[in-house]
């Protein structure tokens, strides 16, 4: 059954969309075309199949958690190339004008 102005005004105030006069008989037959695929799926004979949530089995593989000492500033000092009152120094990328 073809999409009709009313149903099209429907769906329109339901997104509360306004659809330009140019655009509406391009989304009708969009639209259309795309309850035609659901129409077809609806046939599809599914007795017997078992609803999934996704096509493979997918499982989260995490390791164990394990207490470490945590980093230190003179650690992340001693890594840096250059460091100036605990802080690291990095090249200047911005210049000061702004």
Known sequence: MP?????????????RLELPAE???GLRRDLD??????????E?????????QRPMHLADVLRDDEAVRPVG???LEAL??????GRVVVPRTVDGSG
């Open 33 to 42: 075309r795309l309850l035609g695929y659901v129409a077809l799926l609806q």
């Open 80 to 85: 840096a190339p250059a460091t100036s009152e």
């Open 3 to 15: 999409l009709t102005d009313a149903d099209l005004d429907h769906l329109a105030d339901l997104a």
């Open 73 to 75: 500033s003179g650690d």
């Open 44 to 52: 599809v004979d599914v007795d017997g199949v078992v609803p999934m």
């Open 23 to 25: 655009d509406r008989a």
